[in-house]
């Protein structure tokens, strides 16, 4: 195989692993395409192509970790990954691990750990690389790479749900709560939401959200049931999608262009947590993206005019 095609073979792969890393589509884009160039300007081939670009692809993204957390911290509001609609790397021996892995609670559970724990985490227990290679990725020995994955999974377990819901489960109950939405059914969205669901906006000071953080069944439901039936009579669409593989809805305006993402995390039969990202620096890789600060005056005029 040519090099361009042992490449593309693991493009999806890298890809995978520098997402996970990143929490960013356009960052891991670039951070696979400066893969690319290294690996094309080496003038021999390595004994694993796999090893070799994978180590590659985690040490650029560890480097754009480390410069973009001071970003995130000055960042305005609640800073979420960028959606994924489809995660292109697929192995059926690890497909639990992949799925969890690239939800938005997941990965803002990984936004807890330092660099180095976030991509030794990835690298052993999301893709299951042995600890040579991962200690070959990040400059570490295999005696530091095992506790820094111990540390990693402290974290990681100390912040995760203790039952979580099948997929079918989920669908399930995103199908009627957005069929609530869409009715203005706030009996109905009351009865879906958890008593401690969180309602949290992504809008980094480049959108109008529905609010940054709202908690409690009562509130969320009275918000959502709302605002919801407003939006429709402006014709924003609302477009289920599953999201980071969980399910969620693509917000469109009356062109098609998008305005907004929601994904819900839903446990014991309830929707636990629902995250809303509508800053358009996230949302360009998805297709247009429309003017929600348009929309949002548009809404206004509308209520107003109801009164």
Known sequence: MSKVEDFEELRPLLFS???????????????????????????????????????????????????????????????????????????????????????????????RLSPLERAVFVLREVFAFGFEDVASAVGRSESACRQLLVRARRHMQAGRPRFEADRRERQELAARFFDALKNGDVDGLRNLLAADVQLVGDGGGRAPQLARTVLGAENVARLLGRVFPWLLRIEVTLEPHEINDRPGAILR??????LQTLVLEVLDGRVQSIHGVSNPDKLGHLGPVGDAWAVDRELRQARRRMR
């Open 17 to 111: 692993i520098a997402y996970r890393i990143l929490g960013s589509v356009s960052e891991a884009e670039d951070a696979v395409q400066e893969t690319w160039l290294r690996f094309d300007g080496s003038p021999t081939r390595p004994t694993s192509t796999k090893a070799f670009l994978s180590a590659v692809v985690t040490r650029i993204s560890i480097d754009v970790l480390r410069s973009a957390r001071v970003r995130r911290e000055e960042y305005a509001g609640p800073w979420f990954p960028e959606p994924l609609l489809n995660d292109p790397y697929q192995d059926p021996a690890r497909s639990v691990e992949l799925a969890d892995s690239v939800s938005m609670a997941a990965l803002l559970l990984l936004e």
């Open 253 to 258: 305006d009356r062109d098609g262009r998008i």
